[in-house]
């Protein structure tokens, strides 16, 4: 999968869009199934692995045709006629998004009913620290931390100018909490890498490479995640019952949308295959 999103410019900030890979799919014919059962009216479908269903129970074989199948009279009449759309619920789709932001993942909270699954900042950002604590055999620190960051590539803005002000704020924050806080070190770099703090002084690159080789911090976010923005990247796994994905898109595919979680939403849109499309978005 292409991990890079395309870019566009909002207000003047150039941004990184996310990109988005359907997983999985299971099918409208379950769907059908739980709408014939409702009207016991298998003998009316246009598809004849349901209709089977009023004689006998599936074979191996004939579950794999049921989950294949495109076309559903039945449902189209119950999504945009009788407005029937709980059987909407048994049909699932489950979407890989990589690059959105922390601002999206609050919107995307909103959806309750929903399986969503995301990259932590607790087990992840490892990386951001490892550039502070390097930065400070640089001798210019504040340098050293943007340039490392910058290349992490972890915000969604685009931005160098725009980037550098988030950056370094985070490097501010980052000097203020080592003044504060006991045992620093400890707590931002793994047990068995403190040694490299001595053994690379005045050494701010080979110290970065040592620690971004060694043993990563476990929960090194628990100390340090206040740092994170609304910009930062997130990666996450979600999955909605058709229904539910009927929402999503009639709130989110809006021009009322927050600017960013529409494009969300039109990237989930166009890997969506046609058949789910056509029972959840009024063609235009």
């Not at 909490?177 to 690379?200: G, I, N, T």
């Not at 490479?209 to 628990?222: C, F, M, S």
């Amino acid at each position: 999968m292409n991990n890079q999103g395309e870019f566009e410019t909002i207000e003047g900030i150039r941004y990184q869009k996310p990109t988005v890979i359907l997983l999985s799919q299971s099918g409208i014919g379950v769907s059908e199934v739980a709408a014939r059962t409702c009207y016991d009216s298998f003998c009316n479908s246009e598809n004849e692995v349901v209709k089977e269903l009023e004689k006998t129970l599936p074979t191996e074989e004939a579950l794999k045709e049921l989950n294949a199948i495109d076309e559903s009279q039945l449902l189209d009449d119950l999504a945009w006629t009788y407005f029937h759309h709980s059987i909407l619920e048994h049909t699932n789709l489950s979407y890989l998004v990589r690059g959105t932001s922390r601002g999206v993942l609050q919107e995307h909270a909103r959806h309750r009913i929903q399986a969503i699954s995301v990259r932590s900042t607790r087990y992840t950002m490892s990386g951001i620290i490892n550039a502070y604590v390097a930065s400070l055999e640089d001798l210019e620190p504040k340098r050293f931390f943007f340039e490392k960051v910058n290349a992490l590539e972890m915000l969604v803005t685009a931005d160098e100018a725009y980037n550098r002000i988030e950056i370094e704020t985070m490097f501010a924050k980052l000097e203020y909490q080592r003044a504060k806080m006991e045992d620093f070190f400890s707590k931002a770099v793994a047990k068995s890498s403190l040694p490299y703090l001595d053994e690379f002084r005045g050494r701010s690159e080979a110290l970065f490479e040592a620690l971004q080789n060694g043993k990563k911090k476990r929960n090194v976010g628990d100390a340090f995640k206040h740092i994170v923005t609304d910009n930062w990247k997130v990666d996450m796994v979600v999955t909605f019952n058709l229904r539910s994905l009927k929402n999503y898109f009639s709130l989110r595919d809006s021009g009322a949308a927050y600017f960013q979680i529409r494009w969300l939403a039109q990237a989930m849109k166009a890997v969506t295959p046609k058949k789910y499309l056509k029972l959840i978005v009024k063609e235009k």
